[in-house]
């Protein structure tokens, strides 16, 4: 890979440069190596980089830089390159001196990670932090240089774009080709007859038009009726966000047999999240979908089976001594166990003219892929919860300006604190409360929008390339029969929530189970859980036990 192709590390120091060249050469095959020993020429730098169409993949600074503050050397890089990832490598001499200091900018986002600089060969904690802010750049940012899987069109619609965030949101390497380009063309010169669009050429398969993101999904993975239809499996999820992931890794760990049915991508809702930080374990965060991908490997390696694309039209529930059955438009499932995990779908915003340009422009939850289309435009999110701050920051990353739309006075009742934080320092986003969206439109995708002003009643219009709306949750489950008890707007009781008629013998079900012996519910679609990631990931394993519990007495044969 020659210089020009080659992302760029840039590494700062005053008098350690030398150094953290030497340091960084294991990198230097994938990665062009520059350095400078100040604030002022590392920004010289990095713009003539992006002026010769390259990137900047990362800075490297030294705590203490002779000409400026690193956080307002990071101030400055930022507005050169949104995109960079930002590390400290203090010097041991100055790890301690400097860390109270630097520590609010972490928190506040100002930059990735603070790190020990190297004292000795293979440091592989440090490079493992560098490495990991790498990958995350790499999957969010650049295209990839092997697409694993390729997609041909002479345009890209609304259905490329979902095509593109599907396979985004599974971890899947892709890129979009025109038929004229020189990899399109071979694509399409392997078919039979004139071909349709769009044309998707994954593994080593024949390339195949797909009309949905569900033809996709069994194109790559398969269908429910490849399960054989003698087999009554111990554990069927219905859902792969954190709480089915988990339940499935827990279940098929304990020698569960287990298969999870997922209509769209794994990870649900949470897969979409560019950058979760307040998750337990991750220090410098980690995005939904490599946690996702995690926890779908993890629970491979244990045996789950995974089915993706086929959204669950129906459940029977099965009488004493007979399984459960789990029906989709691609077959059913046997189950002596069923969790409802399908979590919860973003509420529509009911603006006709808007829902006519979704996927033109229009968004319902992050969208990351959609990210890179608003390069140097404007964009708006709507929502208050920490979805909408996620995607707003990662969206900042690219969008000229970002601006967040909420009802209420201010984040601080809906969001948390870090990343109001994160918002507040970052320039490129600003806040507009007592603000709803009421009115949009373009020629074939979006131009404008008119948001109301709650306070003063006064329509503004606005121009606009982007709406993303994560309005709220609502409950994702209308395949749930009417015999399993759910709260007036929709969500699955269990525990004391079920209706006191279905306890047995005066006693409630245990506090993940329905009222239906053998059908549970956990994370968002559970009635009073705690919509976070991290609660529904515990509930996902809590359940476990009780799966157990009801196989120990359930009579239905094997």
């Known amino acids: 890979m020659n210089d020009a192709a080659r992302p760029v590390i840039l590494l700062v120091s005053e008098t350690r440069c030398d150094f953290l060249v030497d340091e960084f050469g294991r990198y230097a095959r994938d990665y062009d190596l520059r350095q400078a020993t100040t604030a002022a020429e590392a920004e010289k730098v990095a713009e003539q980089v992006c002026a010769a169409g390259g990137q900047v993949a990362m800075f490297v600074s030294e705590s203490v830089l002779p000409d400026a503050s690193v956080m307002a050397a990071f101030g400055r890089w930022r507005a050169v390159v949104p995109t960079a990832r930002r590390l400290v490598a203090a010097h041991w001499e100055r790890f301690r001196l400097d860390a109270d200091a630097l520590r609010g900018g972490l ?49 890209v619609d609304s259905l490329v774009l979902s095509l593109r965030d599907f396979l985004d949101r599974m971890g899947l390497p892709n890129r979009t080709f025109s038929p004229e380009d020189q990899v399109g063309a071979a694509v399409v010169a392997g078919l039979d007859g004139e071909p349709a669009y769009p044309l998707v050429d994954a593994f080593d398969r024949a390339p195949v ?44 760990s304990e020698g569960l047999t287990t298969v999870v049915i997922e209509a769209e991508a794994i990870g649900g809702q949470a897969g ?61 499932l046997r189950a002596r166990a069923v969790v409802i995990a399908t979590g919860v779908s973003y509420r529509k915003l009911r603006v006709e003219p808007l829902e006519a340009l979704t996927g033109s422009g229009v968004f319902y939850g992050a969208a990351m892929t959609a990210a890179r289309e608003m390069t140097g435009r404007e964009v708006f999110v709507v929502g208050g919860g920490n979805s909408a701050g996620q995607a707003a920051v990662h969206l900042a990353r690219f969008a ?5 739309l909420v009802r209420r006075a201010g984040l601080a009742e809906t969001m948390s604190d ?52 994560l309005l709220g949750a609502e409950p994702h489950c209308e395949w749930v029969p009417d015999v399993i008890t759910r709260s007036d707007d929709g969500y699955v009781l269990t525990g004391r929530n079920t209706s006191r008629d279905t306890w047995v013998d005066g006693m409630p079900p245990p506090g993940l189970a329905t009222n239906v012996p053998g059908v549970f519910a956990v994370g968002d679609i559970r009635d009073g859980s705690m919509k976070r990631v991290a609660s529904a990931s515990g509930e996902g394993a809590s359940v476990v036990p009780l799966v157990h519990a009801w196989l120990a007495e359930d009579p239905t044969p094997d």
Request: hydrophobic share 40%.
């Open 400 to 404: 000229r300006s970002v601006t967040i």
């Open 209 to 252: 038009t797909v009309r949905s993101v569900h033809d996709l999904a069994i194109t790559i993975y398969g269908q429910p009726a490849d399960i054989d239809v003698d087999t009554v499996v111990d554990l069927a999820v219905v859902g792969a966000g954190p709480a089915g992931l988990a339940t499935a890794v827990y279940g098929a």
């Open 272 to 332: 979409t999240s560019s950058m979760i930080r307040n998750y337990l374990g991750f220090p410098r965060g980690i995005s939904g979908m490599r946690l996702a991908q995690r926890a779908r490997s993890q629970a491979i390696r244990f045996g789950t089976r995974f089915f993706t694309g086929w959204p669950v039209t129906g459940l029977d529930v099965g009488a004493a001594g007979e399984p459960h059955v789990i029906h989709t438009d691609g077959g059913t």
């Open 418 to 469: 870090y990343l109001i934080r994160e918002i507040d320092f970052n320039p490129r986003i600003q806040v507009e409360a007592a603000s709803e969206v009421v009115d949009g439109g373009g020629d074939g995708r979006l131009e404008w929008l008119g948001i109301h002003r709650i306070t003063t009643g006064e329509v503004e219009r606005r121009e606009a390339a982007g709406l993303f709306l």
């Open 107 to 155: 928190a506040a986002g100002k930059y990735d990670a603070y790190l020990l600089m190297p004292r000795g060969v293979r440091d592989e904690e440090f490079h493992t932090a560098v490495t990991e802010l790498l990958s995350d750049w790499g999957s969010t940012v650049a295209a990839p240089e092997v697409a694993v899987v390729r997609i041909v069109t002479p345009y």
